[in-house]
């Protein structure tokens, strides 16, 4: 079966190690995606907090495992539960409606308990075998990387720049999708009518206030480009006079220079007519 917080998991912390589990849940600004935390989910994260030493010691570190709750409350017996572990268990875990599993021995397990807990152990040793083998990969790629670094530095830091690259743009990729689906959230409650239920993680503050900073400058821009035309129309006006100004002094001093001409041609025509005459 499927353990309490399997939905929850996948929806905000999927790639979480089970041991960082409860931190992420717990923490609404590191979900990946918005997620509500059941109630059932809710005590499975307690459980899984107050019984850290003992799932680690009893357990495998099966945190957040479908067989944790199996593991601390039928495959371990619940004396050598630390009291604090085996309090949260009594009221954590549910109780089994049906004890019908056959004869227990004295530590209360059936034999379709054992059988589930060799299943689990198989499992869990499957696990353990991909884990070594993920860890002597690893070595692997950290020896290649130091051989390089000392044959080609510039091969190297090329290779680093891009993990840091490939990085950036993952943790680009599930921010955007925190973004988007908080956004979502709000426009489906807005049309639902429902309130919000909760609290505010700092990528919505800081992409609200961007979107607000954003639609004040596109009024303050509308507002700039609906003002020009008074101003446009002043000046042409301005020009206007300043042009007929001009132009009447223009044709003023032109017709006073025609007088001018046409009474010295005068002049000399009857000063020539004189001598003529003479």
């Known amino acids: 079966a499927l353990h309490a917080c399997d939905s929850e998991v996948s929806s905000a912390c999927p ?58 409350s039928e495959w371990t017996p619940q004396r050598n539960l630390s009291p604090k572990c085996a309090s949260v268990v009594e009221w954590a875990i549910p109780k089994k409606e049906d004890q019908s599993d ?5 530590l209360g397990m059936s034999e379709k308990d054992y059988r589930e807990k060799q299943e689990w152990q198989a499992k869990r040793k499957e696990g353990r075998g991909a ?47 925190r973004l988007l689906q908080a956004a979502e959230d709000r426009e489906r409650r807005a049309e639902s009518g429902e309130k919000e239920d909760h609290e505010e993680t700092e990528d919505e503050k800081k992409q609200r206030k961007r979107e607000a900073r954003l639609e004040r ?22 020009a206007y006079i300043i042009f007929n100004v001009l132009n009447y002094f223009g044709v003023g001093s032109k017709k006073d220079d025609t007088e001018e001409a046409t009474s010295s041609r005068r002049g000399r025509e009857y000063v020539l007519q004189e001598d003529k005459d003479d």
């Open 15 to 72: 790639d979480r190690p089970g041991s960082e589990m409860a931190k992420c849940l717990k923490d609404k600004k590191e979900h990946e995606t918005a997620t509500t935390i059941s109630s059932e989910c809710a005590d499975f994260m307690a459980l899984n907090a107050a019984c850290a030493e003992d799932i680690t010691k009893f357990c495998d570190d099966a945190f957040f495992s479908d067989d944790t709750a199996l593991c601390l």
């Open 131 to 177: 884990a070594i083998e993920k860890i002597r990969e690893d070595k692997n790629k950290e020896r290649e990387m130091e051989a390089l670094k000392k044959e080609d530095p510039d091969a190297y830091r090329e290779v680093l720049r891009e993990q840091e690259e490939a990085k950036r743009s993952y943790e680009e990729f599930r921010k955007r999708n």
């Open 217 to 238: 400058a596109r009024e303050a821009k509308r507002a700039k480009e609906g003002n020009w035309l008074p101003y446009v129309l002043g000046g042409l006006f301005a």
């Open 102 to 106: 056959g004869p227990t021995d004295e």
